[in-house]
């Protein structure tokens, strides 16, 4: 989990995380906007934008080609690459000699140069082909939208591809699959950096859900369910409601007057993971929100997000978030505000 905040400066000195976002000629015009709406909001205690988010082009400003019937200006050339904290590649379905053949242009590879070393990488979509033709994923985990996973894979056989998530955050290289996945990876990342009110403020804003677990699958068979047939919603919102407390999966059944096979069958159709998964993610999800919001100690924290021990709290946040609940919160409960 990065820890980066409000991005480094010299003493007494305050300097948003810098986003570079690289528009390709093909671009879709709605993953381009999506971390301009995602990273443009966040903002510390004193109003000051916790990143800033510029656009630019391999080429000199100027028009972009998106697959749309109208192109957008990008007012910044490739060197702006060069003072990015993190560089996100959005989707594009022009991409070239990078899609035919898995080689970056001489025109791409000369911009992506000029990206510093430790800059964090993250793709949206089909913008995963730049980075894995540039060699950043060489043997790491990867997505991009399903229907094209098996085509990527073929290209790039030293990738290890999932196309049965939302996104992959590998550190300091994050892959999505499209569309909407890329609002859930942009969200995971303002999470990351400045934690889960940062995120949640945002999302609420934005109007879609605050959290969209990665390893959620992306392509679930009835996305949207028959409205004959009941659905899982309202013992989601019950289980929601008493966190704190034990919870059975014959409990959640029952909300739904289904048996447990059935209610746990209707349930993955329709989340995409199985009600334990589920509700271990709310409970670390809540587990953050006190850590972050309040001065409870760690077994008050563990008792009220349902983990009963701080033992079993600290297990299921090592292993969701890589590091100790105080470990969490000495870093959340500071660096936004200051």
């Known amino acids: 989990m990065s820890s980066d905040r409000a991005t480094a400066a010299p003493a007494g000195a305050f300097r948003p995380h810098r986003i570079v976002v690289l528009a390709l000629d093909g671009l879709l015009p709605f993953e381009l906007g999506i971390p301009h709406r995602i990273f443009g909001r966040p903002k510390d205690r004193h109003g000051r934008h916790l990143y800033e988010v510029v656009t630019c082009s391999v080429r000199p400003p100027g028009p972009v080609l998106t697959d749309a019937d109208f192109a957008v200006h990008v007012p910044n050339g490739p060197e702006a690459l060069a003072d990015a904290d993190t560089v996100i590649v959005p989707a594009s379905y022009e991409l070239g000699p990078v899609f035919e053949e898995g080689r970056l242009t001489d025109e791409l590879a000369a911009a992506l140069a000029r990206i510093r070393p430790g800059t964090r990488l993250a793709s949206i979509c089909t913008g995963v082909y730049v980075l894995a033709a540039a060699g950043h994923l060489d043997g790491r985990p990867a997505t991009t939208h399903w229907a094209d996973a098996e085509r990527f894979q073929r290209m790039f056989p030293q990738v290890r591809v999932d196309a049965d ?50 390893g959620q699958a992306q392509y679930i068979e009835r996305p949207v369910p028959d409205p004959q047939l009941a659905t899982t919603t309202a013992a989601r919102a019950w289980a929601l409601g008493r966190l704190h407390e034990p919870i059975q999966l014959r409990d959640m059944a029952e909300q739904e007057a289904m048996s447990v096979r059935t209610f746990t069958r209707r349930f993955r159709e329709e989340a995409g993971i199985s009600p334990g998964q589920w509700l271990t993610q709310q409970r670390v999800e809540r587990a953050r929100h006190l850590l972050e919001t309040t001065d409870l100690s760690i077994d008050q924290v563990a008792r009220e997000a349902g983990f009963g021990t701080a033992q079993s709290m600290r297990q299921h946040l090592q292993q969701a978030l890589g590091v100790t609940p105080t470990a969490y919160r000495r870093t959340f409960r500071t660096g936004v505000g200051t």
């Open 165 to 214: 998530v939302l996104f992959i955050d590998d550190g300091d290289v994050l892959t999505s699959a499209g569309v909407a996945a890329g609002i859930d990876l942009c969200l995971h990342m303002v999470r990351r950096d400045f934690g889960t009110a940062v995120a949640n403020e945002v999302a609420r804003r934005t109007v879609v859900p605050p959290h969209r677990d990665g």
